[in-house]
C-alpha cells in the first residue's frame, strides 16, 4: 500500500510502498477515503526535518537535554550512533481522516465492515491507503456528511476542546487570534454557540473566511486594522472587552499573547491552542487577573494509553466530554448544518502527488486553508461484509540492500544462518541490528512490526529481504532457521513458544517471561518439541571490559561479595515500561541483565532472594544468596541524576577487589597493586560479541552461549524479587 513519510534527518518526503498493517484486537482497519494535512502542525514538521543538525537543536531544545544526558552515561560515539539512527528513519505524517472498515478486531465489534468512519490520532490516522485505528479514535459518520468533511472531524475536535476550555456563554465575545485551519473552525464552532467573535489574522482572506462564517469584524493585529479590531471590541462589549481570547496563532512573535492582553477584559480567559510564544507580560495579566488556559489536543483522554489504545473509557458523568465524544459531536454538528467545513477545503489533491503537494505548501504557492489527500480506488475497493480479512497481503518482497545481496540466503552451503526478526524499534535497531547486517554468517530474511514504517525503516538500514505486519509469517516461513524476538515484555513467552514449536532457534530480549507461569510453558514446550534452542539478550555477560576484568581478577576458592548499583533514572511520561499491569514492573523487565551478569560472574545460580524497596517504591534493594556463601546486593534507583553513570559494579574476595564503572573502565586491586583498563572507543555492554555468538551457535549446532537452565535461573530469581518485595520476606528458589 501507500503511505507517505518524511526523512527526519534530511528532510526527503516521500510515498512509500508499505505493508498492510495488521488488524489488532480492539481496534478497526480503516481504507482511505479522503485524509486532511495539517497545514499548521505537519507543515511545522515538515520545515523542521529540513533545517540543519544544528537548526533542529535549536529547534527542540527538550531533545537536546536527552542528548546531553545520553552521552553523560554512554559516551558521544554510542549516543551519536543512536540519535543518528532515530533521525535516519521514515516518520509518518497525518492524524485525521475519513475511510471504510475493512476489518474488525476482537473487542471492537461495535464496528460493522463497510462502516463510513473517522479516525484520528497521529500514529494512527495516517496518510496511508490502510490504517489500524483503536476504538477509541474511531466513529461513525452520520447520514448525510460528506467523507471530505468528515476527514476533518479530528481537528475539528481540536477546535472543539480549546472551545469547551473556555466555557464561553450565550452573548458573550471571543477574539480568535490565528485564522488557519484550527482557527477557522473556532470562529465556526462559536458562532454555533452563540457567542459573538472577533477574528485576527495577517492575512486578509482568512479575515474575509472568518466574517463569511459569521465573524462580527476581523482585521490584521497591528496599525490601522489593530486600532479597528479594538474599537469593534470596544462597541460591542460596552467598553468592557472581550470575554475570551483563543490564540490559535503559530511562531516565535509574542505580538499574540501581548495582543490578548490589550483586548481582553477583566478576569477574561485566555485559551492556548496553538504553538505560539508565550511570554506573558506581567503587569498586563496580572492587573487584569486573567485566567490563561491550555487545550490539549482532542480532549479528555488523549496520551492516555489505558484510553486510546486499551478502550478504557471515562464514565460520562466524571469526564462528559472525551476526545472521541468530541469527534462525535463535531461530527453531529455537520450533519446537522450548523458548522459548514466545505469552504474550509481548498484543494484536494491524489496522495501519490503528495511530495509536490507538501513542496508548494512549504514555499507558499499552494494558497488556501483547508487540503485533502484522496485515495481515489478506495470506494471501488471496499469489500462487503463477508470479504474474508485474509484479502490484505501484509507481507511484501523488499530490494535487496548491498550489504547482502551477495550472500546465498539459503543455508544450502552450510554457512549461512537466515534470521527473522519480530519487532524492530529503537533498541533492536541501534544495539543488535548493525552487528548482524555486517556478520558474514547470518541474511536477514523477514522483518515483522507493528507499524508499516518500522519495517521500511529496518529494510533500507539492514537489508532484509522482506517485510511484514504479521508475525506468523516469520515464524512459519521454514526458510527462517532463527527468529529475534525484540517486543514488548508481555508478548515474550508466547513468541519463544510458537518459534520453538515452529522447530526454529529463538533469540528473545529480555525478560524471557514476567511470570513463573510462562517459565513453566517454556520449558514445556522445550520438553514437548525437544526444541533447547533459547538465548536470552542478557549481554552483558559478553562485553569486553566485563570478561577482561573476571578474568584479570582470577579464580576464587571461596565466596565473593558483589555490590551493583543501577542509577536506571526517570522514564518519560507515557512510556509503555510505565504500564505495569501489562508488561510488568520496570524492574522485572531490566533486572535480569544484572542479576545475570552477577552470576556469569560468581558461576552459579542465586538460591535465595530478598528484597526491600523505599516508600514511595521508586527504588529497590535486592540481596541475593548463592550455595557457595557469595553474596550480591543489587540497588536499582530511579530518582537520580541523569548524567551519573547507569552501572557500577563491585566485588570483593580472595584479597583482591574488582570494579566496573560503566563499560567504560575496569580496574583491579591486587597483592600486584592498581591494574586500570579503559574503553577508548565508547561504551561497548557486549551485544557485539553476544549476537555474534548465537549466530555461530545455530551456524554450527553447537550449544547456546547461555545454557537454558541458566536463563530460567535468572528469570525466576528476577520475579522472586517483586514476590519477596510483595510478601516482605525472602524466597527461595
Not at 508499505?18 to 478497526?28: D, L, Q
Amino acid at each position: 500500500m501507500k503511505q507517505v513519510a518524511q526523512n527526519y534527518r534530511s528532510g526527503e518526503l516521500t510515498v512509500l510502498d508499505v505493508p498492510v498493517p495488521s488488524c489488532k484486537p480492539g481496534g478497526v482497519l480503516v481504507r482511505s477515503l479522503f485524509s486532511l494535512i495539517s497545514t499548521g502542525t505537519e507543515m511545522m514538521k515538515v520545515t523542521e526535518a529540513r533545517l540543519s543538525l544544528l537548526g533542529k537543536a535549536r529547534a527542540r531544545p527538550d531533545q537536546v537535554k536527552k542528548v546531553l544526558d545520553s552521552m553523560a552515561q554512554q559516551g558521544p560515539v554510542a549516543t551519536y550512533k543512536k540519535a543518528i539512527n532515530t533521525l535516519d528513519s521514515y516518520t509518518p505524517l497525518g492524524y485525521s481522516l475519513c475511510g471504510v472498515v475493512v476489518e474488525v478486531g476482537a473487542g471492537a465489534e461495535e464496528f460493522a465492515v463497510g462502516d463510513l468512519v473517522a479516525a484520528a490520532g497521529n500514529e494512527f490516522a495516517l496518510h496511508a491507503e490502510l490504517n489500524w485505528v483503536p476504538r477509541n479514535l474511531c466513529v461513525r459518520v452520520p447520514d448525510g456528511v460528506a467523507p471530505e468533511h468528515a476527514a476533518f472531524a479530528t481537528v475539528g475536535a481540536i477546535a472543539m476542546q480549546g472551545v469547551r476550555r473556555s466555557e464561553p456563554q450565550l452573548g458573550e465575545l471571543a477574539c480568535v487570534i490565528g485564522l488557519g485551519l484550527i482557527g477557522q473552525l473556532v470562529v465556526r464552532l462559536l458562532v454555533a454557540s452563540g457567542v459573538r467573535v472577533v477574528g485576527v489574522d495577517t492575512v486578509p482572506a482568512r479575515c474575509a473566511m472568518a466574517e463569511e462564517a459569521g465573524a462580527i469584524a476581523s482585521g490584521a493585529p497591528d496599525g490601522e486594522g489593530g486600532a479597528a479590531l479594538e474599537r469593534a471590541i470596544a462597541a460591542a462589549t460596552g467598553g468592557l472587552g472581550a470575554d475570551h481570547v483563543f490564540l490559535a496563532a503559530g511562531g516565535d512573535s509574542n505580538g499574540p499573547v501581548e495582543l490578548a492582553a490589550r483586548i481582553a477584559r477583566d478576569r477574561a480567559r485566555v485559551v492556548d491552542i496553538g504553538k505560539t510564544k508565550l511570554e506573558l507580560p506581567w503587569n498586563a495579566y496580572y492587573e487584569k487577573e486573567l485566567d490563561v488556559r491550555f487545550s490539549r489536543s482532542y480532549g479528555p483522554g488523549r496520551y492516555d494509553d489505558r484510553y486510546e489504545l486499551e478502550g478504557v473509557d471515562y464514565p460520562a458523568g466524571y469526564v462528559r466530554w472525551t476526545e472521541r465524544r468530541n469527534l462525535e459531536c463535531f461530527l453531529q454538528l455537520l450533519a446537522a448544518g450548523s458548522v459548514d467545513v466545505g469552504p474550509l477545503v481548498s484543494g484536494t489533491h491524489p496522495v501519490a502527488d503528495a511530495e509536490s503537494v507538501y513542496g508548494q505548501l512549504r514555499d507558499g504557492s499552494l494558497k488556501g486553508i483547508g487540503f485533502l489527500f484522496e485515495y481515489p480506488e478506495a470506494a471501488d475497493q471496499v469489500p462487503a461484509a463477508a470479504a474474508p480479512a485474509t484479502a490484505y497481503a501484509r507481507t511484501v518482497a523488499a530490494p535487496r540492500h548491498s550489504d547482502t545481496s551477495q550472500r546465498t540466503g539459503t543455508g544450502a552451503d552450510g554457512g549461512t544462518v537466515r534470521l527473522g526478526f519480530i519487532g524492530a524499534g529503537a533498541y533492536a535497531s541501534s544495539m543488535l541490528l548493525p552487528h548482524l547486517a555486517k556478520l558474514p554468517g547470518a541474511t536477514l530474511g523477514t522483518v515483522a512490526t507493528t507499524r508499516s514504517l518500522s519495517a521500511v525503516n529496518a529494510q533500507r538500514k539492514f537489508g532484509f529481504r522482506a517485510l511484514t505486519t504479521d508475525a506468523s509469517s516469520v515464524l512459519e516461513d521454514p526458510g527462517i532457521d532463527a527468529v529475534f524476538v525484540v517486543t514488548r515484555h508481555h508478548s515474550h513467552a508466547d513468541f519463544v513458544c510458537r518459534a520453538l514449536e515452529a522447530g526454529k532457534a529463538v533469540f528473545v530480549e529480555k525478560p524471557l517471561a514476567l511470570t513463573a507461569e510462562q517459565v513453566d510453558r517454556v520449558l514445556e514446550t522445550v520438553d514437548r518439541t525437544g526444541n533447547d534452542r533459547v538465548m536470552v539478550g542478557f549481554n552483558r555477560r559478553f562485553a569486553p571490559l566485563f570478561t577482561d576484568l573476571r578474568r584479570r581478577f582470577g579464580p576464587t576458592a571461596g565466596p565473593v561479595s558483589v555490590r551493583y548499583l543501577v542509577n536506571a533514572g526517570q522514564l518519560s511520561t507515557g512510556s509503555w515500561y510505565l504500564n505495569e499491569e501489562q508488561e510488568g514492573s520496570r524492574f522485572l523487565g531490566e533486572g535480569g541483565h544484572f542479576i545475570d551478569t552477577v552470576g556469569a560472574w560468581i558461576g552459579s545460580a542465586p538460591v535465595e532472594v530478598t528484597a526491600f524497596q523505599t516508600g514511595d517504591g521508586a527504588d529497590l534493594q535486592a540481596t541475593l544468596r548463592y550455595a557457595d556463601g557469595s553474596l550480591a546486593t543489587l540497588t536499582y534507583a530511579t530518582d537520580g541524576n541523569a548524567r551519573f553513570p547507569k552501572e557500577t559494579m563491585d566485588v570483593s574476595g580472595a584479597g583482591r577487589n574488582a570494579r566496573l564503572d560503566n563499560f567504560t573502565r575496569a580496574t583491579v586491586w591486587s597483592r600486584s597493586g592498581k591494574d586500570v583498563k579503559r574503553s577508548y572507543a565508547g561504551q561497548d555492554k557486549g551485544q557485539r560479541a553476544e549476537v555474534a555468538a548465537f549466530v555461530e551457535a545455530v551456524r554450527t549446532g553447537g550449544p547456546m552461549p547461555i545454557g537454558l537452565g541458566s536463563l530460567v535461573s535468572t528469570t525466576l530469581a528476577t520475579i522472586a524479587v517483586e514476590e519477596s518485595l510483595t510478601i516482605g520476606g525472602p524466597v527461595k528458589l
